[in-house]
């Protein structure tokens, strides 16, 4: 399987809302040509069958998990960011985060990450989808009560005041 900066971990919030909203199919796109990589702990959360145990695939997965899951995991909660974070460290690969602690610990530890919202401006930028998909995307996750900082509408105006896109 390739690894490197051209495979995306994607967290359980981003992929969810993506999904919940039908827009998956859009996907292939967003991601520019990318491989995309879902962790078994995200697949974990996605089903909502939380274990008390991370379910990795290799040793140094398991250990990079533990320093993430010491400092991320709170009860049921964030086991998918520390998925994404060991597994983009160990196969340095770009987590698709947008939970704020998760990417300070991805910066700290130097694992490239993306939110969501750079991911689809990118996918703007490099003509794989249009401005009005791009919008209708952020409209639809809005839709679904995921966190976004603007409102309906608003992706445009927002995303060229933060010179996200052209």
């Known amino acids: 399987m390739p690894n490197g ?7 359980t919030g981003p992929l969810s809302h993506i999904a919940k909203q039908g827009w998956l199919g859009a996907l292939r796109f967003i991601t520019n040509g990318s491989r995309a990589v879902i962790p078994d702990t995200v697949v974990a959360e996605l089903r909502a069958g939380l274990n008390n145990r ?14 993430f899951a010491s400092f991320l995991v709170a009860g ?8 994404v974070l060991a597994y983009a460290s160990v196969h340095n690969a770009t987590a698709i985060i947008d939970d ?8 700290k530890y130097g ?6 919202l750079g991911l689809v401006c990118d996918a703007v930028n490099h003509g794989h989808i249009t401005v009005e998909m791009a919008s209708a995307l952020a409209d639809d996750l809005l839709e679904s009560e ?21």
Request: a positive charge; glycine letters at 10%; charged letters at 25%.
């Open 5 to 11: 900066p051209d495979v995306l971990v994607f967290d």
């Open 54 to 67: 991370p379910y990795l695939t290799s040793p140094a997965e398991v250990a990079t998990f533990a320093t």
């Open 76 to 83: 049921n909660r964030n086991w998918g960011e520390a998925g």
């Open 100 to 107: 704020g602690p998760a990417r300070k610990a991805a910066k």
């Open 111 to 116: 694992i490239p990450c993306r939110g969501t």
């Open 146 to 166: 995921y966190r976004l900082p603007f409102k309906r509408g608003d992706f445009v105006p927002w995303a060229k005041d933060q010179g996200l896109i052209r």
